[in-house]
């Protein structure tokens, strides 16, 4: 794939789904330690959770200047970031990727961030779709600020973990299980064998390498010491829409000129063959409804065939920032999706005074308070709420649903662990230790090649 210089981040060319978190996702009181190391398994230009979330967490956390905080991404080779990264964007050094990411940031908040950012060694695995580190990644933090790790998507990070253990290197460590991936794998071939051996490696490497889990939703599985929280906000700039949209219909103006849509990366497993499949059954009694479909991704032909054999009008366009004023205008955000955690283009579009029409299902518990939100149990419901939706006006937010951070943990809280049997922990880690550290068990459990150790290439660029 050829290469092109690198653009600066432009709200109109950003791909498929904004992931715009700016709440803190930790009070801030009593803390005791200032360090915090906050490790993710994407970047930018990857538009996907894990590397937006992380990203305002760092910026919100180190706000108020009393705490110092390293937001540590994964750097991949040029090969890598073709197969990865939209629009041919590519980065010749960490330092293009670093002034990249903060100037998509600088974009979104009202303040300069201060937080520090660091690059840890990667391979893309295109069999699990998915960033995986190469390495030792905890090498990254010097021991003298290793106070607080935390760690979004622990399972993710520590599949293939072969170095020192976390909860030794840190003080305290706190996973937070963005991604349902027991309900991604049943759908592969095998599901339902890869899930529960999933499962169970999920429950052991969260268990021998966290000292606190923060589930998003009680979609995720459960996992030890674990509670359910949603810790993330939506970006202050959704809730100015919002505000904006209510004014006019307080002032008799049209607030909303468009119908539906939904936005997300375009993969069936992300809702659309289960929202096409609803459109297409009942044609005849949605007669007239129209729905734009925005996203970009590996099923994008397929979504595209599907849409034009309905008898509706379903477009199917090019993933986009949902911060765009492209979607301003649309009055009825429609999201069938089931293997969500925490859906946060649902928060955004909630924020931005729209109609909502979602699934009954774990991953949507929050949004239940939000009177803008209509959850269906069966096919029938969706069809009246979507009828329903095109011709009401949605009802105005609350002064406290307004407040983007919607949910604050107590870190002291979190803080607290029970003494554990060292002794069986130890035997535990070290089982997983001489596992991870073989090269056919790491191929036999699919880990990328080579990857005990970053090879020359992943070295030179980070400097090594």
Not at 220 to 235: A, F, L
Request: proline share 6%; with cysteine; charged share 25%.
């Amino acid at each position: 794939m050829p290469r092109q210089p690198v653009p600066l981040p432009h709200k109109s060319q950003a791909p498929p789904v904004s992931r715009a978190s700016p709440i803190a996702s930790f009070s801030a009181s009593a803390l005791a330690w200032r360090h915090f190391a906050i490790f993710t398994t994407a970047s930018l230009p990857w538009m996907t959770g894990t590397a937006i979330n992380p990203l305002f967490r760092s910026a919100y956390l180190a706000k108020d200047g009393d705490r110092d905080v390293t937001l540590v991404i994964p750097w991949l080779s040029l090969k890598d970031q073709e197969l990865v990264y939209p629009n041919k964007i590519v980065f010749e050094s960490p330092l293009e990727h670093e002034a990249y990411v903060r100037h998509w940031i600088e974009e979104r908040i009202s303040f300069r961030p201060s937080f520090s950012i660091k690059f840890y060694p990667a391979k893309f695995s295109t069999e699990l779709r998915s960033i995986l580190p190469v390495g030792d990644i905890t090498e990254f933090i010097p021991d003298e600020l290793a106070d607080i790790a935390v760690l979004e998507e622990p399972e993710h990070l520590n599949w293939y973990h072969h170095g020192r253990k976390w909860k030794n290197k840190f003080r305290r460590v706190i996973g937070v299980v963005h991604t349902n991936y027991i309900a991604y794998v049943k759908r592969e071939k095998n599901g339902q064998v890869i899930a529960c051996f999933m499962k169970y490696m999920n429950t052991w490497v969260t268990r021998i390498y966290c000292h606190k889990i923060i589930r998003l939703s009680g979609a995720t599985q459960d996992m030890p010491r674990s509670v359910v929280c949603n810790i993330h906000g939506v970006n202050p700039k959704f809730l100015e829409v919002g505000k904006l949209k209510l004014n006019q219909l307080q002032n008799g103006e049209t607030a909303f000129t468009k119908g539906a849509y939904y936005i997300g990366k375009m993969v069936w497993s992300k809702g659309y063959r289960e929202l096409l499949d609803l459109l297409s059954k009942y044609q005849s009694k949605l007669a007239g409804l129209e729905v734009d479909l925005y996203g970009t991704g590996e099923d994008s032909d397929e979504v595209r065939k599907s849409a034009e054999l309905l008898n509706l009008v379903v477009k199917v366009h090019p993933g986009r920032d949902h911060a765009d004023p492209l979607f301003h205008d649309y009055k009825v955000f429609i999201n069938p999706s089931t293997t969500d955690v925490v859906c946060t283009t649902t928060a955004e579009a909630l924020a931005m005074g729209k109609i909502v029409i979602c699934a009954d299902h774990p991953s949507n518990e929050f949004f239940k308070r939000f009177p803008n939100c209509r959850i269906y149990n069966s096919d029938e419901e969706f069809v009246q709420f979507t009828l329903n939706a095109l011709t009401e006006q949605p009802a105005p937010l609350t002064d406290m649903q307004r407040i983007h951070e919607t949910s604050k943990i107590s870190l002291p809280t979190f803080l607290k662990t029970r003494k554990l049997k060292q002794s069986l922990e130890d035997a535990s880690v070290y089982l997983h230790q001489a596992l991870s550290g073989l090269e056919v068990t790491r191929r036999a459990f699919g880990a990328v090649p080579k990857t005990l150790q970053p090879d020359e290439q992943l070295c030179k660029d980070l400097g090594d």
